[in-house]
DNA sequence: TTGAAAGCGGTACCAG
DNA sequence: CTGGTACCGCTTTCAA
């Protein structure tokens, strides 16, 4: 009842051909009259015939999916790139299964069980900031499924990486706070298993070294969740405020550690930027809102997804295996506000 | 080489039985003798059986997909709305397949065309701004196909729907603004063809009109496109400054009109709440860290996408038609900040 | 209680 | 260039 579509055999039946010519026509096989395939092409147009997605992928062992692995939907980054996935994916026929971790390596782990199962033709992996070992990314890959990672990536697996400049990013923000005249800059960021905690460091430490500002290790804070519980950023920000010289400045590395800091230093009742200024990663959509406007590193997730997705379908669909991968890295936009 | 997945035919073959009774024995059918199904299951267990998905799908003619049609990913309403649904699906192993429309109406159109050929089992839907006729969910209704309508609906079709209390929410906000002691009390509101629009206008006039205010038909502005675009709350925000008597406050009655003309006010000059109060639908994560912190109608997204999914779920898999719909509401709850 | 076989809708090989 | 047929993995009648 729900799908009285088209098949191949009615259209076999309808023009007295066998299955096989009208499946070829219908493809474009190279052996096959100008005139059957006409008449074939016609016929399926004018009555709707689409394939049938179940039988092709069974028979192809192409279920023409690709798998999403991220930490959460709703972050307002991660969302962006989903969005950004969406366009290219959809617009090439390839559906999308999305899954969230939370940022448990656990469910990091049993998502992609389901994802295998599901039989994805590739994935689009972003870690999870409790994730260490990679084994679980590493037996699919040697199992030939095509993984592509972006934005908390890993060099242990040759595959395409689609990042921000990160170390850009921290860079430009550290150095306009220096410029600034902040001279006790703090940084919170993520977990340090995570490549763009290792990147993001490397920035703030490059803009540090230039200005020949030694590195202070108690300025340096980690939230091994990615500040996605709040305590963790509010145990980061008491470290950095209990100190005999706190900072009167702080780089947040994270879009829910930069959030969460701000709202944590105003109900202390500190005054940004005088107390303390804030220059943070974010790409909520209007920190210009805030009070006071949040100076940001924007990232550019939307194309973030787009680049990572076309990868992945370039190698899904790439007749022989690909051994030479790709690392994109885009621009990390620094805007500065007046919370600096 | 990518999957060596076992079949049920190896562990037919293994066991010595027919590929029948070993599907019979892991579907727990009832003639089946206690000691083979135990041994079948054994077996399974132990050399990770998991049923070919595409196989089964074929075969059953169900996909175990749910659609998921609706105008924006990064929207943070429906973002976490998205959250909530694959909260579900996911534990229930369905697959989710995710279009947005950018509130186009040939879109959303297009959209459902290739959720059909995907054979989804059944369809989560908010509608487009600019969608007027629903004659395309109509006809997918009318086959059968199981749909539930959150957020955005219409009452055109007989189906599960799950919406905010938005009259409520509407009402609250505004009997709010009259306390205070506004006196001209404006909205912008969605496209006049949502659900939502209507909804939300009906708890503004409720308001106004237990307060013996009369509805003045100057102070209610549309967007055609719910503020996606930001030149349609521009015009919808200059209609009501120029008027002989500008509003004193302003109920917004989406996430996009909220931060646009929270946005354009400042933008002007204008001071909120001194100016000109605004009030609004909105489920961005921090509006306590706006300038000034902003009064909220706040939806139950997550909670939104969780029963929307659980009510499709049930109906796809009830053995009998289901003939009876819920129209479930969820409360909107009014936070007060100081832009009001 | 179990087995054999047809078929879901395509694809691709082999013959002709 | 076209037709016949086996098969992808699973479910489900029909017989035994």
Redesign the interface.
Known sequence: ???ENITIKDIARALNLSYSTVSRALKDSYKISEATRQLVKEYAEAHHY?P????Q??KN?K?R?IGVVLC???N?FF??V??GI?SIA?SK?Y??????NLESYEREVK?LE?LT???VDGLLVSLSTETKDIGHFQRLHE???PIVFFDRVTDAIPTHQVITDNTGGAYKATRHLIERGYKRIATITSSPYLSITRERLAGYEQALAEHNIPVNENYIQYCAHGGMIIEETEAALNALLQLPEPPDAVLTASDRIT?GS??LI?KRGLTIPNDIAVAGFSN???P??????LTTVRQNAFDMGKLATELLLQQIESKRPVDTFKKLVLPAELIVRSST
Chains 1, 2 share one sequence.
């Open positions: 009842m729900k799908h689409r049938n997605l179940m039988a992928s069974l062992q279920s999916c959460s939907i709703p307002s969302a962006e989903i969005s969406e959809y026929d559906l999308l299964i999305i899954t969230q998502n389901n199962w599901r039989s199992q030939g499924l959030v701000y709202s105003q909520f959509q209007s210009e809102l805030f009070n006071p406007p």
